[in-house]
C-alpha cells in the first residue's frame, strides 16, 4: 500500500513558477513509478508527467516539455514536479500517482493516488 499526499499548489500569474510535491508514505517507495496527472473544470484528466521507479527514464505530455520537470528523492519517498513558465492553460487540479509498473504510470496513471492540489494561473 502506498498513500500519495500532494502540495505545492496555488495561485501564480503567467511566467511565474511553482513546485509541487508528492509525499508517500510505505516502504519500497523506489519500486514505484510516479506520475502527475492533471484534470481541468469541464475537461478530461490528462497525463503530465512520470518518472519510473530507478528515476532514470522520465516522460513529459507534449504540452509542458522544455516547461517541467519532475524529479524523485527516495530518501525523502517524494517526487516533485516543477512547473516554470507557467501558463493560464495549466490551470487545474493536478494529482499524482504510483504503480510498480511504468507504462501502467504512462498510459493510464497507477493504482495509488494522491487527492490533488490547485493550482491558478492567472494571465
Known amino acids: 500500500q502506498v498513500q500519495l499526499v500532494e502540495s505545492g499548489g496555488g495561485l501564480v500569474q503567467a511566467g511565474g513558477s511553482l513546485r509541487l510535491s508528492c509525499a508517500a508514505s510505505g516502504r519500497s517507495f523506489s519500486n514505484y513509478a510516479v506520475g502527475w496527472c492533471r484534470q481541468a473544470p469541464e475537461k478530461e484528466r490528462e497525463f503530465v508527467a512520470g518518472i519510473s521507479g530507478s528515476g532514470t527514464s522520465t516522460d513529459y505530455a507534449d504540452s509542458v516539455k522544455g516547461r517541467f520537470t519532475i524529479s524523485r528523492d527516495d530518501a525523502e519517498n517524494t517526487v516533485y514536479l516543477q512547473m516554470n513558465s507557467l501558463k493560464p492553460e495549466d490551470t487545474a487540479v493536478y494529482y499524482c500517482?504510483?504503480?510498480?509498473?511504468?507504462?501502467?504510470?504512462?498510459?493510464?496513471?497507477?493504482?495509488?493516488w494522491g487527492q490533488g492540489t490547485q493550482v491558478t494561473v492567472s494571465s
Open positions: 500517482n504510483a504503480d510498480p509498473n511504468f507504462t501502467t504510470v504512462l498510459l493510464w496513471g497507477g493504482n495509488y
